[in-house]
């Protein structure tokens, strides 16, 4: 299990500069983790990017939300 951090990068949303964690064992799972919860859109016109995997430990600390 790995935890994938994501910002929102959406200029027009108030949510911009926003990063959270998806915990899951693939880049596929956490894509669609995020497109559950923002919508296909957000992944279609780049208004959220994936930054890293981290480990659970390493994403407890830096203590962002986790979906």
């Known amino acids: 299990m790995k935890d994938y951090l994501f910002e929102i990068i959406d200029e027009d949303s108030e949510l911009c500069g926003e990063?959270?964690?998806?915990?899951?064992d693939s880049w596929e799972e956490a894509w669609q983790v995020v497109i559950d919860n923002f919508g296909k859109d957000a992944m279609l016109y780049h208004k959220i990017?994936?930054?890293?995997?981290?480990?659970?430990?390493?994403?407890?600390?830096?203590?962002?939300?986790?979906?």
Do not use: N
């Open 49 to 67: 990017e994936g930054i890293g995997e981290y480990s659970p430990e390493e994403a407890e600390i830096l203590g962002y939300d986790t979906y």
């Open 19 to 24: 990063q959270f964690f998806v915990e899951c």
